[in-house]
């Protein structure tokens, strides 16, 4: 199984190539804006390092967000045109999710807080349980006097959104932050998650998958 890995929610434009039981390849590319002039070459190259063929791809696992409302509708949007035009199955998680697992299998709580702007983050909480991160909270977003109230012991806190904790000062004794490394969701990361569904051929029906969004009265087109 040949899996095609791509989150484009935040100004990280992450790829990775996995099969079988491990991530062959992956990059990261800090990019201001993500546009498809720069993502399809980039998968040219990353698939070429993998000694694959696009018509080798098994399935593509893509980050749905929440995050940069362009990067993310680009990013979907080739992968959905690369699922339909191989006839490949996709699966659809959640950045934050994404996130979350680049912390590792820790006995803490991991808050994900990740920059939403207007001074308001992303956010998400997860436990350990049965050697595996399980969500513990809705996909919110909130100010962090709202995250910082939610929290109640010992968390791992990571995602650009510490810089908005740390300018107002929200860091709690009971505050681990993760490295900096850890902030930006990693393509490496989406095969843990999406590996299981492909597994049980838990499938995403690609004409229906959206981007998440939690500033919905932002993301309507108007009539």
Same mark, same amino acid.
């Given at each position: 199984?040949?899996?095609?890995?791509?989150?484009?929610?935040?100004?990280?434009?992450?790829?990775?190539?996995?099969?079988?039981?491990?991530?062959?390849? $992956? @990059?990261?590319?800090?990019?201001?804006?993500?546009? #498809?002039?720069?993502?399809?070459? +980039?998968?040219?190259?990353?698939? /070429? !390092?993998?000694?694959?063929?696009?018509?080798?791809?098994?399935?593509?696992?893509?980050?749905?967000?929440?995050?940069?409302?362009?990067?993310?509708?680009?990013?979907?949007?080739?992968?959905?045109?690369?699922?339909?035009?191989?006839?490949?199955?996709?699966?659809?998680?959640?950045?934050?999710?994404?996130?979350?697992?680049?912390?590792?299998?820790?006995?803490?709580?991991?808050?994900?807080?990740?920059?939403?702007?207007?001074?308001?983050?992303?956010?998400?909480?997860? $436990? @350990?349980?049965?050697?595996?991160?399980?969500?513990? #909270?809705?996909?919110?977003?909130? +100010?962090?006097?709202?995250?910082? /109230? !939610?929290?109640?012991?010992?968390?791992?806190?990571?995602?650009?959104?510490?810089?908005?904790?740390?300018?107002?000062?929200?860091?709690?004794?009971?505050?681990?932050?993760?490295?900096?490394?850890?902030?930006?969701?990693?393509?490496?990361?989406?095969?843990?998650?999406?590996?299981?569904?492909?597994?049980?051929?838990?499938?995403?029906?690609?004409?229906?998958?959206?981007?998440?969004?939690?500033?919905?009265?932002?993301?309507?087109?108007?009539?």
């Amino acid at each position: 199984m040949n899996l095609l890995l791509l989150d484009t929610s935040t100004k990280n434009f992450s790829v990775a190539v996995a099969s079988q039981d491990r991530v062959l390849v $992956r @990059k990261n590319i800090i990019l201001e804006k993500i546009l #498809s002039t720069s993502i399809i070459p +980039s998968v040219v190259k990353i698939l /070429k !390092k993998a000694k694959l063929k696009l018509r080798e791809v098994d399935g593509f696992g893509v980050g749905i967000g929440p995050g940069s409302f362009t990067s993310l509708r680009v990013g979907l949007a080739t992968i959905k045109g690369l699922a339909f035009a191989l006839d490949k199955p996709v699966v659809g998680v959640s950045s934050l999710d994404v996130m979350a697992m680049g912390c590792g299998l820790t006995d803490a709580s991991v808050c994900v807080v990740c920059d939403a702007r207007r001074d308001l983050v992303y956010t998400c909480f997860y $436990r @350990k349980q049965n050697d595996f991160l399980i969500r513990q #909270s809705d996909y919110m977003l909130d +100010s962090p006097q709202e995250v910082v /109230k !939610k929290i109640k012991e010992n968390t791992i806190l990571l995602g650009d959104g510490i810089t908005i904790f740390k300018k107002q000062g929200f860091i709690k004794k009971n505050v681990i932050i993760a490295q900096e490394r850890l902030w930006l969701p990693d393509a490496k990361n989406l095969w843990p998650l999406v590996k299981p569904r492909f597994i049980q051929e838990k499938y995403d029906d690609a004409d229906k998958l959206v981007p998440l969004y939690l500033y919905p009265e932002d993301c309507q087109v108007k009539k």
